[in-house]
Nanobody, 115 residues
């Protein structure tokens, strides 16, 4: 079974920082964890940032100067360092993985930016 698990979400004040992580559980080392997406209430899911195994990145303009995506190929984990958080960053953040023709999603971790 393919299972992706996100962690690191929580409540943070505007201007604060959080670091999200995504990992593949079990023995599914062949899953390529590719990127982070987010979905705010009442809105469609949107790309935050993605990264290939070779390190090539694509980051949304709205976060490119504040968020950094990285991967650890040895551990098959994906991270998202979020700095200077804004209220509009509030959303459920999910990681995306690819395995063969399949696309897999974690259940997400909630990030709430509020005073």
């Amino acid at each position: 079974q393919v299972q992706l698990v996100e962690s690191g979400g929580g409540l943070v004040q505007p201007g604060g920082s959080l670091r999200l992580s995504c990992a593949a559980s079990g023995t599914i080392f062949s899953v390529n964890i590719m990127g982070w997406y987010r979905q705010a209430p009442g809105k469609e899911r949107e790309l935050v940032a993605n990264i290939t195994t070779s390190g090539r990145t694509n980051v949304a303009d709205s976060v490119k100067d504040r968020f950094t995506i990285s991967r650890d190929n040895a551990k098959n984990t994906l991270s998202l360092q979020m700095n200077s958080l804004k209220s509009e960053d509030t959303a459920v953040y999910s990681c995306k993985g690819l395995l063969g023709t399949g696309v897999y999603w974690g259940k997400g971790t909630l990030v709430t930016v509020s005073s």
